[in-house]
């Protein structure tokens, strides 16, 4: 059939056979897009009765609309063939995955969450799988997981048992008939009684004993002897066959795969808690290995203390130079400088950072005279691990970076290698004055702000005045350009000059991550969508721990309405900075947007209420954490707690764009359009501009068919543009 047409349909290579028929990836004309086809047997096309069950029990997962289920687009008919569209997913089934000792324990985590979650979702729809099993299961290219043939297993197992069919994943009793495939089989399956969603369960927890040791958990030469074998042994436990497994594990799989229904887990979100849990505890162990360490903001010993920016500077400067070593857990700047001259304890900072040491000192600087103390403090008891003065000029001030970090390295006993000593000693300018420049600016960037922006940008360009090679001055104007793009001023001289800087960046440093970072985000503002992912790729190559690469990649998809993508990118910007508002808040509408389950995005929102809570209660005067954080306490029902934080918001700063964006979102999240469209028309009027982040915020849904809303687009001009 390669190259013939069904319908609207060409037939562009075949993927398989099953008993549902044949499963073709085709090309859809009408939408231009990739399909897979799954042509019915006659058997089942000539038959109404059975087409009718099987067109209901379609309709029904095409509901889920959940991202982790195989999307169901149309059941459709064409010159006799009865067919179904579907999304067709590029990677490999679970099975090709799995090796003969298993998967490692955080790729083993990182499928059955999603696993667990779909499962979940089905269920409480009331739709049972029956015949689970890790062919059923894909594992695309972008590593996101998928379950085929969600709710049609059961047609189909009816169908080739009322044939005769006695292929070996069959089976008929005298008490009626065994549906499934005989290894996944739960005890009810393979005895023919009446099965509900617990069977899923049983085969889920077959499916996870099979992923973690490489093994079944069942056996037999014949048919009789695999079932005999599912009815009566006890698998033996997949922490003794591989001992590195965690126990709680063992004690998950066990419950999942217990004889009486009764016994199990009674719903899979149980499941799905569970490895969240031990998945978290799985990153809390791998973290608590390896060496840590926090560096505060260095305490400001000037005379006219007017050195603030210097000090935190000198501060971000270590944490990022040690943030490049694989080996080293480095606090980030945003949970470290929360403690800026905090009255806390070493070991209380220590604790709640979760790192084993610190690194604090001072700075007094005056004139061209430069003077530094630092020491490392283990948090455990409180002990000097190292410390140093250094009486120097200022232009010795990298230098004295290189000999604090290199100090820091020795002290922990972490190995370097080549690349990662080079990262340490590498120095963007060798201009004081540049790098003053440079640290005054990047005060202001994280201001967050219009004006912030904007004084930030004149820095930088201050700097470059001193230095027309500092590749990092050139980032930062282009990130300044890019998100004054964004949030408040969408002229196209912004979008120019971040194309420009981030340009100009990259010619001086080719293997600086951030200024791939930087170019990835100013192409994404100008739509260059393809150019703009090659960039935040090679950033995250060449720096895993650099967080803006993760946040600004995610923004660019969720931008495109690449929902998935942008979902697991936001999750890889919170492994790398933890402690962040901003990717737990917007990974809360990637989750809404997508249709997750409720369960998912409460537990989602609860967190990252947590997160930026704690973030307010030590930085009260954040907007953005206000806004962002309002929009979330509007999603559970706290309106009144949310209307206080917008509240607040506006009253930091009752021009700011990008404060008006967000308030009118947390108006649309309340159901209350008028008032949302009002803010959002200020926002416009105030500079806000960005279209693209207007048409895919699912936090704006409310105001779409609104004709005020519609006219606010169309003001913004062509899509296209």
Not at 10 to 39: C, F, Q, S
Not at 356 to 366: N, P, W
Not at 554 to 578: H, M, Y
């Amino acid at each position: 059939m390669i190259g013939q047409k069904i319908s609207h349909y060409t037939i562009l290579e075949k993927l398989g056979e099953g008993g549902m028929g044949a499963v073709y990836a085709a090309e859809d004309a009408h939408l231009d897009r990739k399909v897979a086809l799954k042509v019915l047997p006659a058997s089942m096309a000539s038959d109404p009765d059975r087409l009718g069950r099987f067109e209901r029990e379609a309709k029904m997962v095409a509901a889920l609309n959940h991202p982790n289920i195989v999307t169901i687009f149309s059941v459709e008919e064409s010159e006799g063939n009865r067919f179904i569209t579907m999304e067709l997913v590029e990677g490999r089934s679970l099975d090709a995955l799995i090796s003969g000792s298993g998967l490692p324990l955080e790729k083993f985590l990182e499928i059955a969450l999603p696993l667990a979650d779909a499962l979940s979702a089905a269920h409480q729809r009331g739709i049972t799988h029956r015949d689970l099993k890790p062919a059923n299961i894909m594992v695309s290219d972008d590593d996101r997981v998928k379950i085929l043939d969600f709710g049609l297993a059961k047609l189909h197992l009816e169908a080739t048992a009322g044939d005769g069919n006695e292929d070996a994943t069959q089976a008929l009793t005298q008490e009626g008939v065994v549906m499934g495939t005989i290894p996944y089989m739960s005890p009810e399956q393979v005895q023919a009684k009446p099965v509900d969603h617990r069977t899923d369960i049983f085969s889920l927890g077959v499916i996870f004993y099979e992923m973690t040791t490489g093994r079944r958990p069942f056996g037999g030469d014949s048919s009789a002897d695999l079932i005999s074998s599912i009815l009566r042994d006890a698998p033996r436990p997949v922490n003794e066959i591989k001992v590195d497994l965690p126990n709680h594990l063992g004690r998950i799989l066990k419950r999942c795969m217990e004889k009486d229904p009764d016994r199990r887990y009674q719903t899979a979100l149980d499941i799905r808690n569970e490895i969240e849990e031990l998945q978290q505890e799985a990153r809390t162990t791998k973290l608590e290995e390896a060496p840590s360490v926090a560096v505060l903001p260095f305490a400001d010993m000037s005379p006219k203390k007017d050195q603030d920016y210097f000090c935190e500077g000198i501060a971000e400067e270590l944490i990022n130079g040690l943030g490049r070593i694989q080996n080293l857990r480095v606090a980030s700047r945003t949970s470290a400088f929360n403690y800026k001259e905090a009255a806390s304890d070493i070991r209380e900072i220590g604790e709640s950072l979760n790192v084993s040491t610190i690194l604090e000192g001072s700075v007094r600087k005056a004139g061209d005279h430069l003077r530094i103390t630092a020491q490392l403090v283990s948090v455990a008891d409180g002990y000097r691990l190292w410390s140093d003065r250094y009486d120097r000029e200022m232009k010795d001030v990298f230098a004295i970076q290189d000999e604090i970090a290199e100090s820091i390295v020795e002290a922990l006993e972490v190995t370097l290698s080549p690349k990662e000593r080079r990262a340490i000693q590498n120095v963007a300018t060798r201009d004081v004055a540049a790098f003053d420049y440079y640290l005054k600016g990047r005060k202001y960037f994280y201001e967050m702000s219009r004006r912030s922006f904007e004084f930030a940008r004149e820095m930088y360009s201050k700097s470059i005045e001193l230095d027309p090679n500092y590749a990092l001055a050139f980032a930062g104007i282009a990130d300044c350009c890019s998100l004054l793009y964004q949030y408040a001023d969408s002229s196209e001289e912004n979008q120019r000059q971040a194309e420009d800087a981030s340009k100009k960046a990259l010619e001086l440093d080719p293997e600086l991550a951030e200024a791939h970072a930087s170019r990835g985000l100013a192409l994404s503002i100008g739509k260059k969508y393809d150019l703009s992912e090659e960039h935040f790729e090679q950033a995250i190559s060449l720096n895993p721990k650099l967080f803006e690469a993760y946040y600004f990649y995610a923004r660019d998809c969720l931008a495109q309405g690449k929902l998935a993508k942008s979902g697991q990118l936001f999750e890889k910007a919170i492994e790398v900075r933890p402690e962040d508002y901003q990717a737990p808040l917007l990974l809360r509408q990637v989750l809404i947007g997508m249709g997750a389950s409720r369960n998912v995005t409460d537990q989602a929102l609860r967190k990252a209420l947590k997160i930026v809570e704690k973030h307010i209660e030590l930085n009260p005067d954040d907007a953005r954490a206000h806004y962002l954080g309002a929009c979330a306490l509007m999603e559970t029902g706290e309106k009144k707690k949310a209307l206080q934080w917008a509240n607040r918001a506006m009253a930091i700063d009752p021009e700011e764009p990008a404060i008006l964006y967000n308030v009118a979102c947390v108006y649309s999240i309340a159901g209350e359009v008028e008032a949302a469209i009002s803010y959002l028309e200020q926002a416009v009027n105030a500079g806000f501009g960005y279209r693209e982040w207007l048409e895919n915020d699912s936090d704006l849904d409310a105001l779409r068919e609104n004709s005020r809303f519609q006219a606010l687009i169309a003001r913004l001009g062509p899509a296209d543009d």
